[in-house]
């Protein structure tokens, strides 16, 4: 049995991105194994995007056995692995930047305001650095390295 939207305008076959929110509930409630990885598609395309905001909203109202369960924990996977992989690009950022500045590790993270093992944290992506000690960053990468 293939999904059915009631009362909607949009078709199952339309891409995800173009169902609303009942259309993503009706999925979760009645879809089928399919269904439920096209959202998932979509969901790991853009995992804070307009399609998994509606499915956080399904499963707010609906809580189909273990359906439910499987989503919400697939959310947070493709959320983490987002996550994991822009603290990567930050980190390489960093890295392009000390590159560019000249300087060394330690002279870096003093002309920045920071220890070198605090810059160490962000040089291999355990943590990101704020928005202004970026900027702080960039700025002391466009200066040529006195000597």
Same mark, same amino acid.
């Given at each position: 049995?293939? #999904?059915?939207?009631?009362?909607? @305008? =949009?078709?199952?076959?339309?891409?995800?991105?173009?169902?609303?929110?009942?259309?993503?509930?009706?999925? =979760? !409630?009645?879809? #089928? #194994?399919? @269904?439920?990885?096209?959202?998932?598609?979509?969901?790991?395309?853009?995992?804070?995007?307009?399609?998994?905001?509606?499915?956080? @909203?399904?499963?707010?109202?609906?809580?189909?056995?273990?359906?439910?369960?499987?989503?919400?924990?697939?959310?947070?996977?493709?959320?983490?692995?987002?996550?994991?992989?822009?603290?990567?690009? =930050?980190?390489?950022?960093?890295?392009?930047?000390? !590159?560019?500045?000249?300087?060394?590790?330690?002279?870096?993270?003093?002309?920045?305001?920071?220890?070198?093992?605090?810059?160490?944290?962000?040089?291999?992506?355990?943590?990101?650095?704020?928005?202004? #000690?970026?900027?702080?960053?960039?700025?002391?990468?466009?200066?040529?390295?006195?000597?």
């Amino acid at each position: 049995m293939s #999904l059915r939207f009631r009362h909607l @305008d =949009v078709s199952p076959d339309a891409p995800v991105a173009s169902w609303p929110t009942e259309g993503v509930l009706a999925a =979760v !409630e009645r879809g #089928l #194994l399919g @269904d439920w990885r096209r959202i998932m598609g979509a969901v790991r395309d853009d995992p804070w995007g307009p399609v998994a905001r509606r499915l956080e @909203d399904a499963l707010t109202v609906s809580q189909p056995y273990g359906t439910a369960v499987l989503l919400r924990r697939a959310l947070a996977r493709c959320r983490a692995e987002a996550a994991a992989a822009e603290r990567a690009e =930050v980190a390489r950022r960093v890295r392009g930047l000390l !590159e560019a500045s000249g300087l060394g590790r330690a002279d870096f993270a003093e002309a920045i305001g920071t220890s070198a093992s605090r810059l160490s944290t962000y040089l291999n992506g355990k943590v990101a650095p704020s928005s202004t #000690l970026l900027v702080r960053m960039e700025r002391v990468a466009g200066r040529r390295p006195e000597g």
